[in-house]
């Protein structure tokens, strides 16, 4: 059975080194006051096409035979893997078709695109577009590079554990990493191991589609899909045989987080990091946040940020999820008196409370004499809102 080394994974450094950055570790000082421990961020949003995905994608291309890159090449992707293999093809003048699915942000559509590629957009999540994939491999006779389930594409992704230990100067007790189909943790821990067999491999999936988790725990690859994700990038029903075999053997746990809980991450990063990251890449953050994980004292954590290809739309919804999950934003009903002056009794108690008002909406309501009124309104925190609520009712409104 094929498998992956620490060689491979050497020599894959080795091939992509003039084409990838080695991306920055930023040392988080909120996260690490919260909780006593050292957390550090690997910062993959920063790198060339946003995601780490462009590691495996060059390494698998610089490994193929002229026969195989005269065919063309055809891909299946959620986005990252798409935009790397679109420009590893780019730069060696390969004609490349990549399959993602309709649900795929834009700003990964469109990035993809402008690196030259045929798009082709089919299904709900990355499983359905992989169909898709080999439908038109069957066709054309085109190249498949399959985003995670190739020792080539393990093996680059593999070289960000080679980066960490270099950066850190081998001071690095845990890794948490996100998992869709397996390859970035698969790499990450056959480097992180060999290097200190030590070191623990935490991997982070969305509770949505806990594929790897079930997987786990069944011993064998388990097939799991409840509903889609923010997280897109790793929204992956089945991963990988190839990428299950590694992980069973190196990585030491899997938590799963919610999708609440992302949306909070993905806040956390912008307001505390200054980094904009991607729903799959606020997943570590998420689950050091949730409690999902929890470092000792002193723990020097390093959390892989996977990617930042996010579109604007979505991460204008996911900030809103982001606020009312951590309590800054909160959303009520109340019924006021349809009268000069019917809501100024409201607002003052608001007002009173420090509450700023980021919306109100009237409308009428069955009784006469009255208006329904829905207001909107920032918060500090959850204790913020209960005064609010505690306020509202005694004054004699009645929160619907």
Do not use: W
């Amino acid at each position: 059975m094929k498998t992956v080394t620490l060689e491979d994974i050497k020599k894959a450094q080795e091939t992509i080194k003039d084409i990838v950055k080695k991306t920055d570790i930023l040392e988080s000082v909120k996260l690490s006051s919260m909780t006593g421990a050292n957390i550090y961020y690997k910062c993959e949003n920063l790198q060339k096409t946003g995601s780490f995905k462009i590691r495996g994608a060059c390494n698998k291309i610089a490994n193929l035979t002229e026969e195989e890159k005269s065919s063309g090449v055809i891909a299946s992707s959620a986005g990252n893997h798409a935009q790397g293999v679109a420009l590893g093809a780019k730069m060696n003048g390969i004609e490349a078709t990549i399959v993602m699915p309709a649900t795929a942000p834009l700003a990964k559509v469109s990035a993809t695109k402008s690196y030259g590629a045929n798009v082709v957009l089919e299904g709900l999540v990355y499983d359905d577009a992989y169909a898709k994939a080999l439908e038109i491999q069957k066709e054309t006779g085109a190249t498949f590079l399959h985003p995670f389930n190739d020792e080539y594409v393990i093996a680059g992704q593999g070289t960000i554990g080679l980066e960490i230990f270099e950066q850190m100067n081998n001071k690095v007790d845990t890794i948490l990493c996100p998992i869709g189909g397996g390859g970035i943790i698969s790499g990450i821990a056959v480097a992180a191991k060999a290097l200190n067999p030590n070191v623990k491999i935490i991997g982070v999936q969305t509770a949505n589609i806990p594929s790897m988790y079930e997987s786990m725990k069944s011993g064998k690859v388990t097939t799991a899909f409840k509903a889609t994700s923010v997280a897109d990038g790793i929204s992956v029903k089945t991963v990988g045989e190839l990428t299950f075999n590694i992980a069973k053997d190196l990585i030491d746990e899997v938590v799963l987080v919610e999708e609440g809980e992302i949306a909070e991450g993905l806040l956390f990063l912008m307001e505390n990091q200054k980094v904009v990251a991607e729903g799959s890449g606020a997943v570590t953050t998420a689950a050091i946040l949730s409690g999902k994980y929890k470092p000792t004292e002193n723990e020097n954590v390093v959390c892989i940020i996977s990617g930042g290809n996010i579109d604007v739309n979505t991460l204008n919804r996911i900030i809103a999820r982001g606020l009312i999950k951590s309590g800054r934003r909160f959303t009520f009903n109340t019924d006021i008196k349809d009268k000069p002056g019917g809501l100024a009794e409201l607002t003052r108690i608001l007002s009173g409370l420090d509450a700023n008002i980021f919306t109100v909406n009237l409308s009428s309501t069955d009784e006469i004499g009255e208006l329904n009124a829905q207001m909107t309104l920032e918060t500090f925190d959850h204790n913020h809102i209960e005064r609010i609520k505690k306020a509202v009712v005694e004054a004699g409104f009645r929160i619907k």
